[in-house]
């Protein structure tokens, strides 16, 4: 985790089918979102960042709105390698268990830089374990068990759909219906564990991937290694990604922002002060970015304007010059020209 070991984000990816199970109780999503200080669109953009407090906020009032002790692990059971990204189909493509396992919790920063995967061989047994890194975070059993639900559903894309684990541990107390446990996991569970974990027999570490697309992971893994190494994401990387996600849905302010990566205003401050920049600039870029985004698509300066938050078209169009040197209407111009010339 980079920098403040108090603070972790998480990838929308990661967590997209909260917002299926959620419809599938028929709660308002839009709704909750706003109820817990998230944008009402947050599930639209799967890259987008969000706080382990926020997240963790919004897992504990999704348990509150379902009325589920197991709403973790129904998130966790609709989970594939597919959802983690490259990393994901890095390692369902690997050559053993092995390789893809340790791919996965090398990669698990790429999406999720609040929780802490392991990999550990004790003799005979293999254990994947999880937990959260990030002290003060909410609803942390309910994120526990949806971890350890998609390294289960990961290791059987790896070996197959009848592959079970020995035993099951979560760090948890034993809800009042442990049924869904038991059907979905198909192993002893024990609760109340020090930590959430899943053991299974070492020696299929090193059984060949299921079904492995060799040519595939070839072009994937030197992707991926890069990845890896430049994961080490600015503060200021995640700031933006939050800025894209807000800036069509009202005033982009400091306030917001740090809400949505569940920071004080005092430490975000602080953390853009580390990186020598500053919120106003990172706010006035990603409007920019957007505004380019809107006129390429045609969109009026009056709609534009709107969207942006500016007063009326002409308070837009100064700030359109002062970014790109031009008019909105010149800049759109330009760039139909140079793309006909092309």
């Not at 987008?48 to 509150?64: D, H, K, N, P, Q």
């Not at 953390?271 to 380019?292: M, P, Y």
């Not at 009026?300 to 700030?319: K, N, V």
């Amino acid at each position: 985790m980079r920098g403040n070991n108090h603070f972790g984000t998480v990838k929308v990816r990661n967590i997209q089918a909260v917002e299926e199970v959620l419809r599938e109780f028929g709660v308002d999503v839009e709704t909750l979102l706003t109820k817990v200080d998230l944008e009402p669109d947050l599930f639209a953009n799967r890259e987008t960042v969000i706080g382990y407090a926020s997240f963790g906020r919004l897992i504990s009032e999704c348990v509150v709105a379902t009325g589920c002790e197991d709403f973790g692990l129904r998130v966790g059971m609709r989970e594939s390698a597919g959802a983690i990204g490259l990393a994901g189909f890095a390692a369902i493509n690997s050559p053993t268990v092995r390789d893809a396992l340790q791919t996965l919790v090398a990669a698990l920063r790429l999406s999720d830089t609040g929780g802490v995967a392991r990999l550990e061989v004790r003799d005979v047994i293999a254990v994947i374990s999880w937990s959260v890194a990030v002290p003060g975070v909410e609803a942390i059993d309910q994120i526990s068990d949806g971890a350890i639900a998609v390294a289960c559903n990961l290791v059987r894309e790896l070996c197959g759909q009848s592959w079970n684990p020995i035993e099951v541990c979560l760090a948890r107390p034993r809800p009042k219906d442990a049924r869904l446990f038991s059907t979905f996991f198909r192993a002893p569970i024990r609760f109340d564990a020090e930590e959430s974990s899943m053991i299974f027999p070492s020696s299929q570490l090193d059984l060949h991937v299921d079904g492995r697309d060799a040519d595939l992971h070839e072009v994937l893994a030197p992707l991926l290694e890069r990845a890896i190494t430049e994961s080490q994401r600015s503060f200021s990387a995640d700031v933006s990604s939050v800025l894209r996600s807000q800036v069509s849905n009202g005033p982009l302010t400091p306030a917001r922002a740090a809400q949505a990566l569940g920071m004080s205003a005092r430490s975000f401050t602080r953390r853009l002060a580390e990186e020598t920049t500053n919120f106003q600039d990172l706010a006035q870029q990603i409007k920019f970015e957007t505004a380019q985004a809107l006129l390429r698509r045609d969109k009026g300066i009056a709609e534009i304007a709107l969207i942006l938050g500016y007063s009326d078209p002409t308070a837009f169009a100064r700030a359109f010059k002062t970014w790109s040197g031009k008019t909105p209407t010149r800049w759109r111009i330009d760039q139909r020209r140079s793309g006909t010339e092309r």
